[in-house]
């Protein structure tokens, strides 16, 4: 103890020095919006670069696993284009591939995921550079993942499915009924589907999917199964338990979505907006 208190009054120049030049430049990134953002971009970058070394023993460890998962999807495509095959006839037949899509798909690799928190955020291993903007979608093949919120030149930062003010557009898959997806904080394989009027046939073990009502995920994206459900008497709408078909604890590979008609859209309606 003696000798840590002789290092301390050797030292208490340069100590105080190291001390008050940590605390301007604390107050120089508050204070200014340039350098605070400027500290955020390079303290994300840093995080990701760390982040992105971590994830990389992880998955060599899950190797097995993932070549399992791309397995199992490319089974279902090549059963999906064999059927397109037997029921199109060749006559009829035009490669879609022709055409430009509404949406346009990227892959990405998530080297971070949070899931036992309140608010849970995943991290992915692309940005700016590759094109991702905020309101991206993520989802994988089994099912919908979160939203893009920020992004640097080589990361993004995903809100996921699982944080209390996630709100995402969803709907019974037999059926046009539809509610806002959200989560109560509890199980992260359980979220929640509100606001769905007492009329909806629901079932356990029907299917929830993404609406049609939103500007970020395609219609009918899988999300989950209905679990169980109450019966809200006062306002006649259900609270549906959504068993999720993504495990949200384990979660590899991702493909993010951009709405290449987003723009149009917003756009029109905001014009509409300004004449009313």
Do not use: C
């Not at 390079?42 to 399992?68: P, Q, R």
């Not at 849970?120 to 939203?147: H, R, W």
């Not at 290449?260 to 014009?271: F, H, K, T, Y």
């Amino acid at each position: 103890m003696q000798q840590i208190f002789n290092f301390l009054i050797r030292n208490k120049n340069k100590i105080l020095f190291l001390f008050l030049l940590g605390l301007s430049v604390f107050f120089t990134i508050q204070t200014h919006s340039f350098h605070k953002s400027s500290f955020i971009s390079s303290a994300n970058s840093f995080t990701g670069g760390i982040y992105s070394w971590t994830s990389d023993i992880e998955n060599y460890f899950h190797l097995e696993e993932y070549n399992e998962r791309l397995l199992e999807e490319n089974k279902q495509l090549r059963n999906i284009l064999t059927n397109l095959n037997d029921t199109i006839s060749v006559e009829n037949y035009t490669d879609s591939s022709n055409f430009e899509g509404v949406y346009y798909f990227r892959a990405a690799r998530v080297i971070n995921n949070n899931f036992s928190k309140a608010d849970n955020y995943l991290t992915i291993n692309q940005g700016e550079d590759a094109g991702i903007k905020p309101e991206f979608g993520v989802v994988t093949s089994k099912g919908v993942i979160g939203i893009v919120d920020r992004v640097n030149s080589r990361f993004s930062r995903v809100i996921s499915i699982l944080h209390s003010e996630a709100r995402i557009n969803a709907q019974l898959s037999k059926s046009n009924h539809f509610g806002s997806l959200t989560w109560n904080g509890k199980d992260p394989n359980i979220v929640q589907l509100i606001d769905v009027p007492r009329q909806a046939p629901v079932n356990r073990g029907d299917t929830i999917v993404t609406g049609g009502k939103s500007l970020i995920f395609p219609e009918g994206l899988p999300i989950g199964s209905i679990e169980d459900y109450t019966m809200d008497e006062s306002q006649s709408y259900y609270t549906i338990n959504v068993r999720l078909f993504n495990d949200m604890t384990n979660i590899g590979f991702i493909y993010i979505i951009e709405n290449l008609d987003r723009d149009n859209i917003l756009s029109l309606e905001d014009v509409e907006d300004d004449e009313q």
